[in-house]
């Protein structure tokens, strides 16, 4: 166990409502990252933090927001909920960043959080 | 269409009985990450490949990694229903984040 949590752990919404998921982890790692999990997609990276205040976009993060102004809590916001964005998300850590010059780490990840836009 | 591709979908195998589940990147592969993920649970690490040609295997779950063929395979050996679960694979491309699989759902029956 990475020492990782998530809250909530289940939500349902309605559209247009703003939703804030918490990721939160006790292994002071520099890097934390916010993925949505779809059948028939995989994982993909919505944003992740190297460090705090500093983020950045992943591969599908229009309509979602972060931020990290402590190095254990990394927040991601959706700020008007559609049905598109009822996914299961989940957040993880890795202590380096993944392709670094220095090494690829290993990501842990969080126990996900189910979200139910309607 | 996905930078990697694991097939199968998904296998259904009998107790006991061996099983392989094969990851294919359309890049070239800087390292290659398995997790098993239960229903409704959250990743767990397995086990990471960097190299070409290493191997790695932990109890009877073996992972090997073919740079070459841009492919990583996991095989289980003897499984058991505690095998059951949806396994991933996650590759450093050499961007700045992991490309995963769709998964492959493991059925194990007794």
């Known amino acids: 166990d990475a020492g990782i949590t998530q809250s909530p752990r289940h939500k349902v919404t309605e559209t247009g409502t703003p939703v804030t998921l918490r990721c939160h982890q006790t292994?002071?790692?520099?890097?934390m990252y916010w993925y949505r999990q779809d059948p028939g997609h995989g994982l993909r990276l919505i944003h992740y933090s190297y460090g705090v205040k500093d983020t950045d976009k992943g591969e599908v993060s229009d309509g979602y927001s972060v931020s990290r102004s402590k190095t254990e809590d990394f927040l991601l916001t959706l700020e008007s909920a559609t049905s598109s964005q009822t996914s299961v998300y989940f957040c993880?850590?890795?202590?380096?960043?993944?392709?670094?010059?220095?090494?690829?780490?290993?990501?842990?990840f969080g126990p996900g959080t189910r979200l139910t836009v309607l | 269409s996905q930078e990697l591709e694991q097939s199968p979908q998904s296998l259904i195998v009998q107790e006991g009985k061996n099983l392989t589940i094969n990851c294919t990147s359309s890049?070239?592969?800087?390292?290659l990450y398995w997790y098993k993920q239960k229903y409704g649970e959250g990743l767990i690490f397995l086990m990471m490949?960097?190299?070409?040609?290493e191997e790695k295997s932990h109890e009877k779950i073996t992972a090997k990694l073919d740079e070459k063929k841009q492919q990583s395979s996991l095989h289980i050996t003897a499984s058991q229903p505690s095998h059951a679960g949806i396994y991933l694979c996650g590759a450093d491309l050499g961007d700045y984040k992991l490309s995963f699989g769709a998964g492959t759902t493991v059925t194990v029956r007794a």
């Open positions: 490949l960097q190299k070409g040609g």
């Open positions: 292994e002071n790692h520099r890097y």
């Open positions: 890049k070239t592969l800087y390292g």
């Open positions: 993880a850590i890795s202590d380096v960043g993944v392709g670094t010059e220095v090494f690829t780490d290993t990501q842990y």
